[in-house]
């Protein structure tokens, strides 16, 4: 997945390999002020979740072959201050962290979440 200026927003792209081509990009998010670029993890069977940061939620979307891209979900009403991570494992278990703003001034703390 990676990140694409679009006027003074940016995209979310992805593309997987489908046989010895890589197809097009889906936009996977658009229209954001991102900070880096989200992240995207896929388990063994080729189901896919990418995250984001996007006006101050943490924010996923799922791919599922042969169905496409599901709508995105905001994983968290938190203020999150920086990068969303997420690693997945082979059998389809996803989790996902962040970091979130604190009561004071430079203060964080991380949260996050098991996905399916």
Same mark, same amino acid.
């Given at each position: 997945?990676?990140?694409?200026?679009?006027?003074?927003?940016?995209?979310?792209?992805?593309?997987?390999?489908?046989?010895?081509?890589?197809?097009?990009?889906?936009?996977?998010?658009?229209?954001?002020?991102?900070?880096?670029?989200?992240?995207?993890?896929?388990?063994?069977? *080729?189901?896919?979740? &990418?995250? =984001?940061?996007?006006? +101050? !939620?943490?924010?996923?979307?799922?791919?599922?072959? #042969? @169905?496409?891209?599901?709508?995105?979900?905001?994983?968290?009403?938190?203020?999150?201050?920086?990068?969303?991570?997420?690693?997945?494992?082979?059998? *389809?278990?996803?989790? &996902?962290? =962040?970091?979130?703003? +604190? !009561?004071?001034?430079?203060?964080?703390?991380?949260? #996050? @979440?098991?996905?399916?």
């Amino acid at each position: 997945m990676w990140r694409v200026k679009n006027g003074s927003r940016y995209d979310l792209r992805a593309s997987r390999r489908a046989g010895t081509a890589w197809p097009a990009p889906d936009t996977v998010a658009s229209g954001l002020v991102v900070w880096g670029s989200g992240d995207l993890a896929v388990d063994g069977s *080729g189901n896919a979740v &990418a995250v =984001w940061h996007a006006d +101050g !939620a943490a924010m996923r979307r799922r791919f599922t072959p #042969g @169905a496409g891209w599901k709508p995105a979900e905001s994983l968290t009403s938190d203020v999150v201050t920086t990068r969303v991570r997420v690693v997945a494992g082979p059998r *389809g278990h996803v989790a &996902a962290w =962040w970091a979130v703003a +604190g !009561a004071k001034s430079g203060e964080h703390a991380i949260s #996050g @979440a098991v996905l399916r």
